[in-house]
């Protein structure tokens, strides 16, 4: 056979699966979604031979034909050709040897799909750990489809797969005729109708049209005569779904006698089970979760700090050099300081991506990722979510566009979508420079005990408010986000193991691509746009800046520099977002901000960090590379008003730090939240929610203290 096929890549979570799929790809990937739902869709082109080339889909995992969850939808369409987009020439199965009788279960349900089928065996190093010895010709043979050992992380038995694949495509080896189990005494009438609305059908999948007909794509009549089938012959579709699968196990377990021997089945546990009592214990566990946590996101800022740190200095020496090069008007400003000036908010979040993405992986891939997950369930559920929350909101910390996109994970919609609606709540680090600034400028520099820091006190608070207020909304909003679907915490807890690391590495730089590619679309037109409105104003107010400083400069020779820099404020303060600014003076001015906060909190739209930029600007202490933050502390703490009292007060410092606290400042992350919801409803309420969260704590907070 030449030419490229199709292959359908599928297997129970934590099989191997992601594995065997990088080892028979590379770096030959795409990722994207598959149409209509927001489910990762892997695909990626393999050579299986000389003259036979593939293109790999890797389907969600799912541990049976019965699907619960979107990601399990998407793959029993594919399966049961009900996908218009996918359509597979053969199903390559990952089964973990290791675990080999809750495998078989969908291994069973494939082969009596009919479908041209190779089963790649994984896991053997571990099954041979743990003294379990498998009969691979024995189990060929009572399957009745080609088994292949793989090992994907050391590259072994890829070959060997290939070709069985090739025999496959070839008709060398043919799908048998018989049935894993006959399906026809369970509803033999409803079988036999079924496939004669669709000839040539296995019995197995016209029960299939029987449960689910409705979640199919058929025409209006067809579904008609499916239905009538099941009422005149009175198809129960629970029951004969259970007597499936008791007949399937009591199948598998007469060929685990025959094929597979364990010299001591309760050995292979114990590893585990005494990782998982002390990992695991009511009190350890949790003590143990937060310094996992702790480890972490100290990691997260600490390793990432220098690649953007790399980043910020390249852009910043790329935009001080090109200004020197290019000629001075308005193209070179708006490639600067617009489209260069995107670019750098883009890149400059990709190493918190890699890596936070990294280290989770790095827990999932160990095993201990589904432990943080069962521990914090009981906490979450009283919020209206689970325990699969919990590391969305957690990676929140670092950034919340890589936490939303990891929500994905979650099951259950509606807790998928509160779990998204709150996650932005959580103190990220682009928070952090704002939170550095402002409280060195209010808070006293003061130490309790000899060693404990007010102002550390001070910003570990800020974290906790954004983590209680996301639990407090979360609550607020299961009464008013409606689902019929029930929520079931039913979780496999995977055996321990060692990371793997090209798989960490192939995850990483995916991610990456995702996010420049898709956020970095709309964070580049905010950027442009927030030049604009920062760089233009009303013609007549331009120009008579532009005058006033022609004549000073004239008269002033000697201060051309000073003059440059108050001649910015003073054509940011006349251009569209100075007139902003001022316009919204009044409506901040309850909350003790002046209109210079006011157009901080505007461009924070585009990053919040930026608020420390915007102020160096306005208070002409020099430009956004500016690191004497010492310096602007001062010329902060000596604004004024127009009456003489002070700007930045305690009581405004602390209304302040409340309000980038809980304020959604982050148009990477609203892009994000739109593309994951396939919708700008649930942007728009998560802007106006939490907006109008953070005005009324602010307003209370500058009362309390003024």
Partial sequence: MNGQLNIALVGNPNSGKSSLFNSLTGLNQKVGNFPGVTVDKKTGISKISEKLTSKIIDLPGTYSLYPKRNDEWVSYKV?????????????????????????????????????????????????????????LAGLERELGVLVVPVNPRKNKGIHQLKKAIEQTAENIHRTPERDFINMEPFAPDAVKKVQEIFPGISAYRSMHYLINHENFDLENVTQERIENIEIETKFNPTKSQAEEILQRYGKIKMIMKQTVVETDPLQKALLTQKLDDILLHRTWGYLILIAVLFLLFQSVFLIAQFPMNAIEWTFAEAGGWLGTVLPAGWLTDLFINGILAGLSGIIVFVPQIM??????????????????????????????????????????????VPAIMSARSIENKKERLLT??????????????????????????KMYLGFVSLQGLVMMLMYFIGTFMALIAAYVMKWFIRSKEKSFFILELPSYRGPRWKNIFTTMVERAKIFVVEAGKVIMVISLLLWVLSSYGPPKRMKAVSDKYEILARQNPSQIKELDKLKGMERLQNSYAGILGKSIEPVIRPLGYDWKIGIALITSFAAREVFVGTMATLYSVGDESDENNATLRQKMSAATWPDGSKV??????????????????????????????HSWKWPII???????????????????FR
């Fill in 648 to 677: 930045y007060t305690l009581a405004a410092g602390l209304s302040l730090l409340i309000f980038y606290v809980l304020a959604m400042q982050c148009m990477s992350t609203l892009a994000i939240v739109k593309r994951e919801t």
């Fill in 355 to 400: 890596i936070l993405f990294g280290l989770i992986t790095l827990l999932e891939d160990t095993g201990y990722m589904a432990r943080i997950s069962f521990l914090t369930d009981k906490i979450m559920r009283k919020a209206g979510l689970n325990g699969k929350s919990v590391m969305p909101m957690v990676s929140g910390l670092a950034c919340a």
């Fill in 420 to 445: 998204i609606m709150v996650t932005p709540l959580m103190s990220c680090s682009a928070r952090l420079p704002v939170y550095t600034v402002l409280i060195a400028l209010v808070v006293p520099n």
């Fill in 79 to 135: 399966l049961l050709d009900q996908d218009p987009h996918i359509k597979p020439d053969i199903i390559v199965l990952v089964a973990d040897a290791s675990n080999l009788k809750r495998n078989l279960l969908f291994c069973s349900q494939i082969i009596d799909l009919k479908r041209p089928v190779v089963i790649a065996l994984t896991m053997m190093d571990l099954a041979k750990k743990n003294n379990i010895q498998i009969d």
């Fill in 686 to 704: 998560m802007l106006t929610y939490m907006t109008g969260l953070a005005y009324v704590m602010s307003w209370i907070t500058f009362n309390l």
